[in-house]
Every structure is written in C-alpha cells, then in structure tokens.
C-alpha cells in the first residue's frame, strides 16, 4: 500500500457537509465509496479541513491508502467518471507514509463571495452568499484587522469543539469589491466551528452601519457567541487553498456563472 495525497473540489450545496454521516450524502462518504469500488478494498480518508453543509472547496486536500498495483496516472478519470458530477479528484500524488492531510497542514484560506445587491440571482444563489444592504468595503478591511494574530475566537465559534480549545491564528483578512460581487479572503492555522460564516456575518454587519466599526475588540473579549454577528450563509464559502511545508493547494473558485449574469 502506498499513501496518496489529492485535491477535492466540490460544490457543497446537496451535500451534509464534508464528513461521513449515518443517512445522509456527505463528501466523504462519496468520495470513500468510489475509491472503495476502485481498489477493491474498504477505503477512509482524511481532509484538511472538514466543511459544513451547503460549503464548497475548490482545494480541499485528503490523504488515503491506495494499491501499489493501481496505476496512480488513471485514478482521477477513474474516479471523476464515478464520482457525483459536483466533486472531482485531482493531482493524486504519492506522500510519505507519515503524511497527514490534517495536522502538517501549516495555512488554510477560505473564500468568501457575497452578491452585493437589492435583488438575488437565481444562477449565483448557490455559490455565492447575498446581501442587500449597501456594504461600505474600505469599513469592513478596517475592522477586520482586529481579527488578525492570535486570539481566542470562542465568540466566533458556532459549536465549540471536544478538545483543543478556542485559540487560533489569522494571518490576514482581505477584502475587495469587483462590481457586485465582494469577495473576502481570510488565512489562518485553522478555523473553529463556522467561524469564517460568523466572521463574515459580523463584518456585513458594520460594513452596513449596524455594528460600530470599532465593536471586534470587545466581541473576542466577551468570548460569547451572542455577542458576534449573524453567521453568513453557506453558498458563498469556499475552502479555496490549504498549505504545507512544501506544497500548497490553493486554486481559485471557478464555479461562478461570467459576470455578465444579472
């Protein structure tokens, strides 16, 4: 058996999410199903980051063991011919047998899109987040540096987790509008339950006037969930890149309908 390494691009939106779930479509229970029927042989896999309903990833990194017979140069048209047509396996690449898609994980970058206007679209409503309000993008770059370094991020935390604690690393926040669509790029050592999705809802929220532009601070030292925002829908996120010592996956999301859709 040999370790390989491949990136998971999917769109999350009939999806339960990334990881296996009794009863319910999953990534994971997908992707582990068609790798199964390929080797011939029960096969798990690991993820860099486990995404949650309705999110996409355009590079999502997993790890698993595959037969050393299987010609590794076929196993992406093998398994994308299988796979649902919303994921895809690429790049598979053979790692050390001490790799873990996981824990040697050293950066992961979200993406968030958000359609910033009055009315919906009825192409973009699945891969993108919508707010009406008028967002002032220069206000919310601001308050998010706030955010920036090290910090217990517990108010940003939807479900805290079982062990680990709530203290976590974001090494940058940026923000750009390109006509109507603002998109968002937060990078840190790891992201707790929906805190990007709540880190953007509270960023909507000033970037509207609902919210002083000031309030980040006093949100991370009340280490309450009540005191952030709203959490940002799903369909706009996207876990677009995860680093490693000697590699990354970074790929920019490709699923948008041209900007020429109104």
């Known amino acids: 058996m040999q370790k390989v390494r491949a990136i998971v691009r999917y769109d999350g939106t009939d999806f339960f999410g990334f990881q296996r779930q009794r009863n319910a479509p999953t990534i994971a229970s997908a992707l582990e199903g068609v790798l199964t029927e390929l080797f011939h042989r029960p096969t798990s896999i690991i993820c860099a980051g486990r995404t949650d309903a309705g999110v996409h990833a355009s590079g999502q990194v997993v790890h698993f063991a595959a037969p050393q017979a299987f010609p590794l140069e076929r196993l992406s048209i093998a398994a994308n011919s299988l796979l649902p047509q919303a994921i895809t396996l690429h790049q598979p690449h053979v790692v050390a047998n001490d790799f873990s898609a996981r824990f040697d994980a050293v950066k992961r970058h979200y993406i968030y899109l958000l359609l910033n206007r009055r009315e919906r679209c009825a192409l973009r409503s699945r ?136």
């Open 127 to 262: 891969f993108t987040g919508h707010d009406y309000h008028q967002l002032d993008v220069p206000v919310m770059l601001a308050a998010a540096q706030a955010v920036c370094g090290q910090h217990d991020f517990r108010s940003f935390c939807a479900q805290l987790p079982q062990s680990g604690g709530t203290v976590r690393t974001v090494y940058g926040v940026k923000i750009e509008r390109c006509n109507e669509l603002v998109r968002f790029d937060i990078e840190g050592n790891g992201f707790l339950h929906r805190m990007v999705r709540v880190l953007v809802g509270t960023l909507l929220e000033i970037g509207s006037g609902r919210r002083p532009v000031g309030d980040i601070p006093r949100i991370l030292a009340c280490r309450d969930r009540r005191a952030a925002g709203m959490t940002a829908e799903a369909a706009g996120l996207y876990l677009a890149g995860v680093t490693y010592p000697d590699y990354s996956s970074f790929t920019l999301p490709s699923l948008l309908p041209s900007a020429e859709v109104t």
